[in-house]
Nanobody
Framework: QVQLVESGGGLVQAGGSLRLSCAAS????????MGWFRQAPGKEREFVAA????????HVVDSVKGRFTISRDNAKNTVTLQMNSLSPEDTAVFYC??????????????????WGQGTQVTVSS
């Protein structure tokens, strides 16, 4: 089992920034690809970004490319999503997830094995 706890969500004005963190416990953190997903009201959960086990490879959805950066610290068992230039369209619940398979370009929710509870991000116009 892997337990994931997100933090860092909140209310921010358009153009602002937020930094989401996800703390992992349980099994060996570095064995998992880590991802961030989001779910807006009335929409399906969608992939945002993923990072390889070592942190050397990342994959980011086109809609946030250049604005969001994913990183991880295997010594601290944390994964971070730095979000800049936020827009109201980014409003969603953001989820951290862990995937035992090794590829970062797998974007389906069904591939991921463990999920956090989510953290709300609200961007006002």
């Amino acid at each position: 089992q892997v337990q994931l706890v997100e933090s860092g969500g909140g209310l921010v004005q358009a153009g602002g920034s937020l930094r989401l963190s996800c703390a992992a416990s349980g099994r060996t953190f570095s064995h998992y690809v880590m991802g961030w997903f989001r779910q807006a009201p009335g929409k399906e959960r969608e992939f945002v970004a993923a990072i390889s086990r070592s942190g050397g490879i990342t994959h980011v959805v086109d809609s946030v490319k250049g604005r969001f950066t994913i990183s991880r610290d295997n010594a601290k068992n944390t994964v971070t999503l730095q979000m800049n230039s936020l827009s109201p369209e980014d409003t969603a619940v953001f989820y951290c997830a862990a995937d035992y398979q090794p590829r970062v370009d797998v974007i389906t929710t069904s591939s991921y094995d463990y999920w956090g509870q989510g953290t709300q991000v609200t961007v006002s116009s």
